[in-house]
């Protein structure tokens, strides 16, 4: 059973920075699609950015977050990170990692929470403007 744990999530003032983490316990990232999702209070979850961890650095990113965010993945540290830049109050959300092993993200599909089978507990991001 692949556990995902997230962390780096905190408060910050609106126009700064977070990156947040996704490590796998007991797990090394093969060729696996990882994602970023979202979900603020009152809304669904939303696909933030994926990455296909045995690929060619191809990433999707959210039109949302496009300029924005960056994923990307320590293959040493076994990490996926997702980096947020020039923060904004609507970017307040739980924020989730999600994985899907032994498949490549697909550009029609990596958004749907339903691809992935496995999810970590989520790290808050708070945004204040």
């Known amino acids: 059973q692949v556990q995902l744990v997230e962390s780096g999530g905190g408060s910050v003032q609106a126009g700064g920075s977070l990156r947040l983490s996704c490590a796998p316990s007991g797990y090394t990232y093969g060729s696996d699609c990882v994602a970023w999702f979202r979900q603020a209070p009152g809304k669904e979850r939303e696909g933030v950015a994926a990455?296909?961890?045995?690929?060619?650095?191809?990433?999707y990113v959210a039109d949302s977050v496009k300029g924005r965010f960056i994923i990307s993945q320590d293959n040493a540290k076994n990490t996926v990170y997702l980096q947020m830049n020039s923060l904004k109050p609507e970017d307040t959300a739980m924020y989730y990692c999600?994985?899907?092993?032994?498949?490549?993200?697909?550009?029609?599909?990596?958004?749907?929470?339903?691809?992935?089978?496995?999810w970590g507990q989520g790290t808050q991001v708070t945004v204040s403007s």
């Open positions: 999600a994985a899907e092993s032994e498949v490549m993200c697909s550009k029609r599909s990596w958004f749907y929470s339903a691809e992935y089978t496995y």
């Open positions: 990455t296909y961890t045995r690929g060619d650095g191809r990433t």
